[in-house]
């Protein structure tokens, strides 16, 4: 995860410290260059024609996958260096003087939070320019060595009063824990919200705040209550981490109330902390962050709909288990599956009524030494 040259990270030190930092690129168009001259109407147009290429961009790519529609709101890369408006409105001063404005708010309909630098203020600035438009969110975080906690919930419920015209929201973190805050904080009905993605770098827990004792029996967790208050119908496109599939996904949870529309499911288990394992290696451990087979499955029955399904350093129990459990799924077609064991691949072909043809195994791992 590198976000310190991100176009939104680069924008972000300059809307901030304002006249005090210039272009980390040093500015190599100056205040006297010809393109620093260019009249407001020619650079409307040149922001025009950006802009454009950038929704292009966003609907040929389609990524994420499983969006009926992918916008310029919804698919786009927080992290690119190229990323529109930021790169543009980073060139020099005059362009970000004329493009950070509420005269363009089809522009700002992606707004990129980087944790640590975009200051809640700024934040909102950004959000007010696109006006009562659908936006896309994204936050991002750089592998900082201190806890960020306190920013991520700030950012978070900075995000809260625009839940509702939300058509995008992206979490990329570097540890579970700090995930762990923005879900706990998250709450309102996204009506709107068809791309939603939680994801983490580093397992070091959940915090304190998804341990084995508050989750007490799969089919008791709606009664028990989880502290998930995030509520949509509409999701098309749904990544997320161990701990955030426990608490949203699970039949009877508080989560997500249906996943009928559900297109895409990517489901990952990042790399453990403890040093135990290297990349591409499960290691047996006693991790709350672990799910079951068969809630898997429970969850794959309710997503009639779903065409895409992902899994990646995949930490199931339960996959020695008999059972009569079947799932069918008419429409899924691309199923890939990277760093999993033979025995969930040998146990997902038993129990769930797929094509053979759609499977790609990326990296299929032997079952950890124990």
């Known amino acids: 995860m590198n976000t310190r040259h991100s176009a939104a990270a680069i924008l972000s030190r300059l809307l901030v410290d304002g006249d005090k930092h210039r272009n980390p690129r040093k ?3 100056n205040t006297t260059s010809p393109m620093s001259m260019l009249p407001t109407e020619l650079l409307i147009e040149i922001f025009t024609i950006a802009f454009q290429e950038s929704c292009d961009e966003s609907v040929q790519e389609c990524e994420p996958s499983g969006l009926a529609a992918p916008t310029y709101a919804t698919a786009f890369d927080p992290h690119s260096p190229s990323l529109f408006p930021y790169n543009v409105a980073s060139v020099c001063r005059r362009w970000k003087d004329v493009i950070c404005s509420a005269s363009f708010p089809t522009f700002w309909t992606r707004v990129v939070v980087v944790v640590g630098i975009t200051t809640p203020g700024l934040m909102q600035k950004m959000l007010s320019w696109s006006g009562n438009l659908t936006v896309g969110i994204a936050v991002i975080q750089d592998s900082s060595p201190f806890a960020m906690q306190v920013e991520i919930e700030d950012v978070t419920r900075s995000i809260i009063p625009h839940i509702k015209r939300l058509g995008g929201l992206r979490y990329s973190l570097f540890r579970s824990s700090d995930l762990a805050v923005a879900r706990r904080t998250l709450r309102g009905k996204a009506q709107r919200l068809t791309y939603f993605h939680l994801g983490y770098e580093e397992d070091d827990g959940d915090g304190g705040y998804n341990q084995e004792e508050a989750l ?8 028990a209550g989880n502290g998930w208050k995030l509520i949509t119908h509409a999701v098309q496109c749904l990544n997320v981490d161990n701990y955030s599939f426990q608490q949203a996904c699970y039949p009877k949870s508080d989560g997500f109330h249906d996943l009928l ?17 290297s990349v591409g290696r499960l290691t047996e451990d006693s991790r709350a962050g672990r799910i079951h087979f068969r809630e898997f499955v429970a969850v794959l029955q309710e997503a009639s709909m779903l065409s895409w399904l992902t899994v990646q350093n995949e930490q199931f129990d339960g996959l020695d288990e008999f059972s009569l459990m079947s799932c069918c799924l008419p429409f899924l077609r691309f199923i890939t599956f990277d760093y ?14 797929v094509d053979p043809y759609s499977f790609v195994i990326t990296h299929l791992l032997d079952s950890p030494t124990k």
Do not use: H, N, Q, T
């Open 27 to 29: 500015e190599s168009i």
């Open 216 to 223: 007490p029996d799969f089919y008791a967790i709606g009664e």
């Open 261 to 277: 529309r559900l297109r895409s499911l990517s489901l990952s288990w990042p790399r453990p902390r403890d040093g135990r394992s």
């Open 340 to 353: 999993v064991s033979k025995a969930f691949v040998d146990r997902f072909r038993c129990e769930i009524d």
